[in-house]
């Protein structure tokens, strides 16, 4: 193993138990976690998600990522689909791409008109006030990739059987905006950075050290997320380990591996 590869998952594996830690100490303590990620196509989103909950209780948490509206509900307050999904007491919700798809996806690709992207810059600190103002804890991430390093992104997801289904109509529009789409980033940031919803961007043009520089962060915004797993002591099984003896009515699956 490369000495690379090593220290992230050692790195990894110190983590793990601190999201575990948080995991208990939201549930706990009733508190909610919202933590929102956004970024270029093919930045890192999901893998990083995927990191975040691998040793999660799954009842703690909740993956939103929204696909395109219905036409119901492109005549609601835009606001009001994305709020059915934020978190109940002990919950963490993981946006993977958020309420910001109208301050950047929408208006590069032409999917929202200027009043309605007009409105969503005036409108979203308000909502977030509301939010932080309840309670909820808010993180804002933007992960940040460079033009080339995407492009290589790009041509892996499209050599790979198994990868090409990341790869929608949306992405390859994309690669001809990225200096509109980075525009529409900074006004972003600019008229959405609050002090109660900051934003914060991550260099992830090496995933894997942005990975473990973002779940850092992360823990390092929650007031405490030290609270120990405590081991459970297993009594003595009565008399010796027993074998399956499932009933002749089943069918047993073959064991195709030589």
């Given at each position: ?111 929202c008109t200027k009043a309605q992207y007009k409105a969503f810059m005036s409108a979203a600190p308000a909502f977030e006030k509301l939010l932080t103002d309840d309670g909820i804890i808010l993180l804002k991430y933007w ?116």
């Amino acid at each position: 193993m490369a000495k690379k590869d090593k220290g992230y998952r050692n790195a990894m594996e110190e983590l793990q138990l601190e999201l575990a830690g948080l995991n208990r100490w939201l549930r706990h303590g009733g508190h909610r976690l919202v933590v929102v990620f956004e970024g270029r196509d093919a930045a890192g989103k999901g893998g990083t998600i995927k990191a975040i909950t691998e040793s999660m209780d799954t009842r703690g948490y909740r993956i939103a990522s929204l696909p395109k509206p219905s036409e119901t509900e492109t005549t609601q307050w835009y606001f009001q689909r994305y709020v059915e999904h934020l978190p109940s007491a002990g919950e963490l919700v993981l946006f993977d791409r958020s309420w910001y798809n109208r301050a950047v996806v929408e208006p590069a690709m032409g999917f929202c008109t200027k009043a309605q992207y007009k409105a969503f810059m005036s409108a979203a600190p308000a909502f977030e006030k509301l939010l932080t103002d309840d309670g909820i804890i808010l993180l804002k991430y933007w992960l940040a990739v460079d033009q080339e390093q995407q492009e290589e992104r790009f041509s892996e997801r499209a050599k790979d059987p198994l990868k090409r289904w990341k790869l929608s109509p949306n992405d390859l529009a994309s690669r001809d905006k990225y200096e509109e789409i980075g525009h529409l980033r900074d006004v972003m940031i600019e008229r959405t950075h609050r002090p109660n919803a900051p934003w914060f961007v991550v260099d992830y043009n090496d995933q894997k050290r942005g990975r473990v520089n973002l779940i850092r962060h992360l823990l390092q915004q929650i007031p405490r997320h030290d609270v120990v797993i405590p081991e459970p002591k297993l009594p003595k099984l009565k008399g010796k380990p027993k074998a399956e003896h499932v009933t002749s009515k089943a069918l047993w699956v073959p064991d195709t591996i030589g």
